[in-house]
């Protein structure tokens, strides 16, 4: 349907191809099948001439469209050149642009278990991605990405090279004692370390009948090293990049040597950040767990967080990143969509491309197992900053981001807030948020500083003509609160 919708601009793009047909049904058709399967879907349309000097398409129509799609069908079916046959019966069908007739061929993004779609050229076997305008032969690491993603439960299987003492204690510990919290009558919070990880899928009997590291044991807990030593460019990384003229204000890395760098370890960090962000305008614990948290937004990007840790392809090149600015926070993570963005947003189907990693993380109340996380965040975070999620995908290498914009409902200016340093942001966010006016204890204690720092924050902020931080007495106190006027 996105090329009859906007028939009056011709241009090919990531989804949508042109092909003349004017002899037949074109033999490069079948490269642009199985890049549309293997990568977002996209429409084919046979009738559409491109000139080749100045490269602008024109509608010819076609001659014989009853022909060409019953060619089309005979041939997509045919296990001799086509692997998967993934369109529906309606996919398929002849339609009319500028008064001429055109056949336009819609090619869903293929399921992971029909990945690769290949098609037979010259008697070999050929997997192909969409990439701009092109169609390109699938590399080894994209073939490879596809396998794995097809695999059953491939991040549950044993690192047989490994031992468990390639992973954590302190991170085990932790991640069980919020376990403990969450199931507190699981009858595994009394096993040991061993059982306990053999029952979340954490650990898995190898060739050898001993107990080794599943992948997702190993980079839920493992030792970044140990990781690294099997994913030699595994990163994760956070940034907060809320001040122009620097770089970032403050970051975290899993290689910084600042922590063990697994998983859970990065986010329970992640946890404590987020937090401190968002914790003054809302009421929220500690843990940023979704059995105790009632704060929205922090449970909004925890999910986001998790989403991006549980889906991303840990391949040779893995990365999860994490950047907050001050308009928007930004979760990447690669490897590529395994479900249509609209089904993805929508909820209700979940298609994990780590199912243990996720298990995983839904033990201790992070993420949604259901499907309905992205659907959750779209809407409660559209109620709280009147702006709509952004969810894109990018090729060559494959990434996913998730954009949440933070175009807050202010009384402040953009000018005005822009002009601020993160700890007088920080402490503006607080005052904004508090329902009545607040001491300067209170905003010490939400945002995390010393009493004494606060306050000298705020008598500068009072001094500051655009704040509109003002203060009054209350008994003995100043309390502070914006002025809106």
């Not at 992971?112 to 699938?138: L, S």
């Not at 097809?150 to 204690?169: F, Q, S, V």
């Not at 199931?183 to 919070?189: F, G, L, R, Y």
Request: include cysteine; glycine fraction near 8%.
């Amino acid at each position: 349907m996105a090329f009859l919708d906007n028939s009056e601009t011709l241009k090919e793009s990531q989804t949508l191809e042109f092909k003349e047909a004017a002899a037949g049904l074109p033999d490069d058709i079948w490269e642009s099948y199985s890049a549309f399967a293997n990568t977002e879907g996209g429409e084919i349309v046979l009738g559409v001439h491109e000139n080749k000097t100045t490269h602008t398409f024109s509608i010819v129509g076609v001659a014989n469209p009853s022909e060409l799609i019953d060619t089309f069908w005979s041939t997509v079916r045919s296990s001799q050149k086509v692997s998967s046959d993934v369109l529906l019966p309606d996919d398929v069908r002849e339609a009319t642009a500028e008064g001429r007739s055109v056949v336009v061929i819609d090619v869903p993004r293929a399921s992971k278990a029909d990945k690769p779609v290949r098609v037979r050229i010259k008697k070999a076997d050929i997997a192909f991605v969409r990439r701009g305008t092109t169609d390109q032969r699938a590399t080894e690491r994209e073939i490879q990405q596809m396998e794995y993603d097809k695999a059953y439960l491939a991040d549950r299987a044993p690192l047989n090279e490994i031992g468990i003492d390639a992973l954590d204690p302190k991170t085990i510990a932790r991640y069980r004692e919020v376990a403990a919290a969450t199931k507190a009558h699981s009858p595994w919070n009394s096993d040991s370390n061993e059982d306990f990880l053999y029952h979340i899928g954490g650990l898995a009997k190898g060739w050898d009948g001993l107990l080794h590291p599943t992948k997702a044991g190993l980079l839920a807990f493992g030792f970044e090293h140990e990781i690294s030593g099997i994913i030699p460019h595994y990163r994760l990384d956070y940034r907060e990049e809320t001040e122009g003229n620097l770089r970032w204000t403050d970051r975290v890395m899993s290689q910084d040597g600042n922590q063990n760098g697994n998983l859970i370890d990065f986010y329970f960090t992640m946890v404590g950040k987020i937090a401190k962000l968002f914790k003054a305008p809302f009421s929220t614990d500690e843990t940023g767990m979704r059995h105790g948290s009632r704060n929205p937004i922090t449970e909004c990007v925890n999910e986001a967080i998790v989403n991006g840790l549980v889906h991303a392809w840990y391949g040779l090149n893995a990365k999860v990143t994490i950047v907050v600015k001050n308009d928007s926070i930004t979760v990447s993570n690669s490897g590529s969509l395994l479900i249509d963005k609209g089904v993805a947003i929508s909820g209700g189907f979940s298609e994990p491309r780590n199912p243990t990693l996720m298990r995983i993380f839904n033990y201790i109340g992070a993420g949604d197992q259901a499907g309905s996380g992205l659907c959750t965040i779209w809407k409660n975070w559209y109620s709280a900053f009147e702006k709509t999620p952004i969810l894109t995908e990018k090729h060559s290498p494959s990434y996913v981001d998730l954009v949440l914009p933070m175009q807050t409902k202010s009384a402040l200016s953009q000018s005005s807030l822009s002009s601020f340093s993160k700890h007088e942001l920080l402490l503006v966010k607080a005052i904004e948020g508090a329902e009545s006016p607040i001491t300067a204890a209170d905003v010490a204690k939400n945002v995390g500083i010393s009493v004494r720092k606060a306050q000298e924050i705020l008598l500068e902020l009072t001094k500051k003509q655009k704040s509109g931080v003002s203060r009054t007495k209350i008994g003995r106190s100043f309390h502070y609160y914006i002025d809106r006027n």
